[in-house]
T-cell receptor, first 111, second 113 residues
């Protein structure tokens, strides 16, 4: 079955440094979604990428979808303490109903 | 607009006890999901319901049953709780089209002694 892998598992940065998390799928994805979960909270949808090579920005966050639609990345420029949390990528299974989540990258930002 | 509501928020059970986790959404979504989240394991799908009247197994269905009571409600039942089922359980919904973002409830923190 489809597997979605994320690296790194953890990342600790100083406030102001950049951060990147990478997501790789064993199969081609129809789309990829990114979620953020704050400590003690629930996952919250950030963005969806659909097109090959697509790049989307949300303020300091940049999301990319690979040309082969098997990998994606999330880059945060100049991290802030509000960026703390776990970032998950997720791709839909072939049925289109079940979302396969990566294990997430936990980001800790030190002031 | 409440979104996805889960009850209870916390629960402690003894091994062998049964329990039903409740989930309701008010967004008129077709699809609903149950996940469990364990440290270092991410979110693992237990069961999902693509539409009212249908349910399907996810990655880790053993030890659980589900009921899609109507379009709004999707419950998860543990018939005989085991310590390995200690976890945080999230319900989510999405719709109306395939590949839509999922909206999560606040979770149920379940401990089984």
């Amino acid at each position: 079955g489809q597997q979605v892998m994320q690296i790194p598992q953890y990342q600790h940065v100083q406030e102001g440094e950049d951060f990147t998390t990478y997501c790789n799928s064993s199969t081609t994805l129809s789309n990829i979604q990114w979620y953020k979960q704050r400590p003690g909270g629930h996952p919250v949808f950030l963005i969806q990428l659909v097109k090959s090579g697509e790049v989307k920005k949300q303020k300091r966050l940049t999301f990319q979808f690979g040309e082969a639609k098997k990998n994606s990345s999330l880059h945060i420029t100049a991290t802030q303490t509000t960026d703390v949390g776990t970032y998950f990528c997720a791709g839909y299974s072939n049925s289109g109903y079940a979302l396969n989540f990566g294990k997430g990258t936990s980001l800790l930002v030190t002031p | 607009n409440a979104g996805v509501t889960q009850t209870p928020k916390f629960q402690v059970l003894k091994t062998g006890q049964s329990m039903t986790l409740q989930c309701a959404q008010d967004m008129n979504h077709n699809s609903m999901y149950w996940y469990r989240q364990d440290p270092g394991m991410g979110l693992r799908l237990i069961y999902y319901s693509a539409s009212e009247g249908t349910t399907d197994k996810g990655e880790v269905p053993n030890g659980y049953n589900v009921s899609r009571l109507n379009k709004r409600e999707f419950s998860l039942r543990l018939e005989s709780a085991a310590p390995s089922q200690t976890s945080v359980y999230f319900c989510a919904s999405s719709g109306p089209y395939l590949g839509q973002p999922q909206h999560f409830g606040d979770g149920t923190r379940l401990s089984i002694l």
